[in-house]
């Protein structure tokens, strides 16, 4: 059988910067450069390398004689180094020694990041470098990517939330509300909650003598007025509550697992008197109020929007006919 001769030093090492060189009792004939740079004293012995695979208690000699024999790859560790896993074949030279040509596979970027390694410490022919290159051209255009799509996800967020809002109170506007209203009304499993959790209260509110603001005191003061009702509204209700102007001076709120008529009751008395302090006092007497129609729905209810809210809208009415500045809950 032809067996491999050993070149010159310097040829093997730039034909193979990661090989190794061991005679046949062990001793370190030739290291590579690259390979020097990642473990400076395997020049000294085989002492320095470990089996990465199979039986680790095994003569690291013998480990590579029988790879040599088999034609299997190698696999080893450099002490110290867990991080790294060298990867190579072993061949029978002249004399019984033996040459390892080492790679560092899928560890290729640990081993540069560790060694400080560029493309001067790889044969011409390796492609490597190129292939790492081209990952971390990969990896860039994904990050670009991510942060592209990351910041449309963003912009699509705020398209939708500004089409959902009312320009004017910054509350939700009548789209936002039909949203909402129509996930609240999802039966207890599709949502995967108790019917006690899906009950809420509806409450519709109209402003009384509003339409005297803006006759009287003109649309800049009207538009005022119904900015400080969203601040009222928005210090009211809770994270999970729903509130939006539907149109000119009528608002409505979704009060989430809000059941109890004096619970109710206590929440309309805020309201009313929080918008009644808001009447501008050039009114002079007449002053502004607010009615409000509250319709309490639980599961089994009526689950159609549009009656849903004519119910409100009646019972909203009712306050009306009333005298005004109050509340009817149904």
């Not at 090492?13 to 290291?31: E, F, I, N, T």
Request: proline share 5%; net charge neutral; charged share 25%.
């Amino acid at each position: 059988m032809n067996m491999p001769v050993m070149m010159p030093a310097p040829s093997l090492g730039a034909l193979l910067p990661m090989h190794l060189v061991v005679s046949r009792d062990g001793a370190v004939l030739s290291v590579g450069p690259t390979l020097a740079k990642i473990a400076p004293q395997l020049a000294q012995g085989l002492d320095l390398l470990l089996p990465a695979r199979g039986d680790k208690t095994r003569p690291l000699l013998a480990i590579c004689s029988d790879a040599v024999a088999s034609g299997e790859r190698l696999f080893l560790r450099i002490a110290g180094i867990d991080d790294l896993v060298l990867r190579g074949h072993a061949v029978e030279l002249a004399g019984g020694a033996m040459l390892l040509n080492l790679g560092f596979g899928a560890d290729l970027k640990a081993a540069i990041r560790r060694a400080g390694l560029t493309d001067d410490d790889f044969a011409p022919s390796e492609l490597a470098m190129e292939f790492l290159f081209l990952q971390e051209a990969n990896l860039g255009v994904l990050r670009e990517l991510a942060r592209f799509n990351s910041q449309l996800a963003r912009s699509r967020e705020a398209a939708i939330q500004q089409a959902q809002t009312d320009p004017l109170t910054g509350l939700g506007n009548r789209r936002g509300l039909e949203l909402a209203l129509q996930a609240a009304l999802k039966r207890p499993h599709e949502v995967g909650m108790s019917p006690e959790e899906c009950a809420f209260a509806l409450v519709h509110l109209d402003l009384d003598h509003f339409k005297q603001v803006n006759d009287r005191l003109g649309h800049k003061a009207g538009d005022e007025l119904l900015r400080h009702v969203g601040v009222v509204l928005r210090g009211i209700v809770r994270k999970v509550d729903i509130a939006a102007r539907i149109g000119g001076d009528e608002f409505v709120l979704i009060l989430r697992r809000m059941t109890n008529h004096g619970d109710i009751g206590r929440i309309a008395d805020r309201l009313i008197g929080s918008i009644r302090a808001l009447s501008p006092p050039e009114l002079g007497e007449l002053r502004v109020s607010a009615s409000l129609g509250v319709v309490i729905w639980r599961p089994g209810d009526t689950e159609d929007m549009v009656d849903l809210l004519h119910q409100t809208d009646e019972a909203l009415y009712a306050s009306k006919r009333e005298g005004r500045g109050r509340a009817t809950i149904r």
